[in-house]
């Protein structure tokens, strides 16, 4: 189980360098889920059909995704920038699915540069 933890966190790869404890803490999370519910998250997620919905957002929306997710592959992100009117998709070199943990600075910096541009959008 323990693997999946390494793979969120791109740990696997051997330019990764992400903390021992922060990988014991993601797995001890992990161990502590309640297994029925988590299944069925992860299938009503995978069964689900949002196409639909995702095409009716109205909004400016930032998509964030690394480039080596191994859960979730860039090609998805892909598909979710061209169903949502409006969105920008910004890909991180070499982020793996836990990119908020491990490209927070630039993500950081990036959530504040999208939410300035929204806001000067707006004539007060």
């Known amino acids: 189980m323990k693997d999946l933890t390494f793979v969120f966190f791109g740990a696997d790869r051997p330019v990764a360098n992400i903390p021992q404890a922060l990988l014991d803490s993601a797995w001890n999370q992990e161990m502590v889920a309640n297994f029925p519910a988590a299944y069925f998250q992860i299938k ?6 949002m196409s639909e919905d995702l ?3 109205d909004v ?6 690394g480039d080596v997710d191994q859960i979730g592959p860039i090609g998805n992100a892909h598909r979710l920038a061209k ?3 409006n969105a920008t998709l910004k890909e991180y070199t070499g982020a793996p699915h836990a ?4 490209a927070k ?3 950081n910096k990036d ?6 541009k ?4 707006f004539d007060f």
Request: avoid cysteine.
């Open 44 to 49: 009503a997620f995978s069964d689900t059909d």
């Open 55 to 57: 095409k009716k957002i």
């Open 60 to 65: 400016p929306t930032l998509i964030l995704h």
């Open 83 to 85: 169903l949502i009117p």
């Open 99 to 102: 990119l908020i943990v491990t």
């Open 105 to 107: 600075d630039e993500i």
């Open 111 to 116: 959530l504040l540069a999208f939410i300035k």
């Open 118 to 121: 929204q806001v000067s959008a």
